[in-house]
């Protein structure tokens, strides 16, 4: 069993950085595909970037440029750094694990298995 917790959700100005991290524990998470979700009141869970077992990173266009996921395997952990923020990123952030696939990873968040308790940004303009 996937346990995941994130962190380092928080509020910032419009412009300003902020740094998600998920811990992973009970499973090696470098295996598969990983992504990062996010939720805004009232509307849809939606893809933000997504990384496969190789490394391979793909982001939703309206994030392209600001936001970079990255996994560290020795601390079984995810990230996603978001720089340039705008009021708009603001929503719920979860970190997603899909243990059946590792290459071409979904934006689709049904097919996840597992996902953290969620960590809330908020970007003020």
């Known amino acids: 069993q996937v346990q995941l917790v994130e962190s380092g959700g928080g509020s910032a100005q419009a412009g300003g950085s902020l740094r998600l991290s998920c811990a992973a524990s009970g499973y090696t998470i470098e295996r598969y595909c990983l992504g990062w979700f996010r939720q805004a009141p009232g509307k849809e869970r939606e893809g933000v970037a997504t990384i496969n077992s190789d490394g391979r990173t793909n982001y939703v266009d309206s994030v392209k440029g600001r936001f970079t996921i990255s996994k560290d395997n020795a601390k079984n952990s995810l990230y996603l750094q978001m720089i340039s923020l705008k009021p708009e990123d603001t929503a719920m952030y979860y970190c997603?694990?899909?243990?059946?696939?590792?290459?071409?990873?979904?934006?689709?968040?049904?097919?996840?298995?597992?996902w953290g308790q969620g960590t809330q940004v908020t970007v003020s303009s």
């Open positions: 997603a694990v899909d243990v059946h696939r590792w290459r071409d990873c979904l934006w689709v968040a049904a097919f996840y298995d597992y």
